[in-house]
């Protein structure tokens, strides 16, 4: 087993509690799952345009990749030349029952723009970075 990452989470995830309920597993990989921290608003719409709900993604119930992952040497039997690992290979390892989520409620950002890392460079400064947990006593 090893774990990989996108490297521009943070987050306050218990990366041992992943790891054990993985190995209890037959699964080849595991990532986890978090709720959007994005601010936009997802649509459905109907026939001719018609919008039937309109909800912010944080309230909507959807997940996404939180980039963090715990892997088994047989997801390299899942993945071809010139891959990037969450296509192609996750769809093959879903198809065969082999692909789980972890799903963390607690606290995950990303830092893909200039305003993501102000945002967690100010949270930082006042002391109050929940994923900073090197800096908390057991």
Same mark, same amino acid.
């Given at each position: 087993m090893f774990l990989?990452?996108?490297?521009?989470?943070?987050?306050?995830?218990?990366?041992?509690?992943?790891?054990?309920?993985?190995?209890?597993?037959?699964?080849?990989?595991?990532?986890?799952?978090v709720k959007p921290q994005a601010s936009f608003h997802v649509v459905d719409c109907g026939a001719g345009g018609a919008v039937r709900s309109i909800e912010h993604i944080g309230r909507s119930g959807a997940l996404i990749n939180g980039g963090f992952m715990v892997l088994r040497q047989? =997801? &390299? /039997?899942?993945?071809? $030349?010139g891959e990037e690992l969450?296509?192609?290979p996750f769809r093959r390892l879903i198809r065969d029952g082999k692909l789980m989520a972890h799903v963390h409620n607690g606290y995950w950002a990303c830092m893909d723009t200039?305003?993501?890392?102000?945002?967690?460079?100010? =949270? &930082? /400064?006042?002391?109050? $970075?929940p994923w900073a947990v090197w800096n908390r006593r057991p």
């Open positions: 990989a990452n996108y490297t521009d989470g943070l987050s306050d995830l218990h990366l041992p509690t992943v790891i054990e309920s993985f190995k209890r597993t037959a699964n080849l990989a595991c990532f986890i799952a047989g =997801v &390299f /039997d899942y993945m071809q $030349a969450v296509e192609e200039f305003k993501e890392k102000q945002n967690l460079d100010d =949270v &930082f /400064d006042r002391g109050s $970075a």
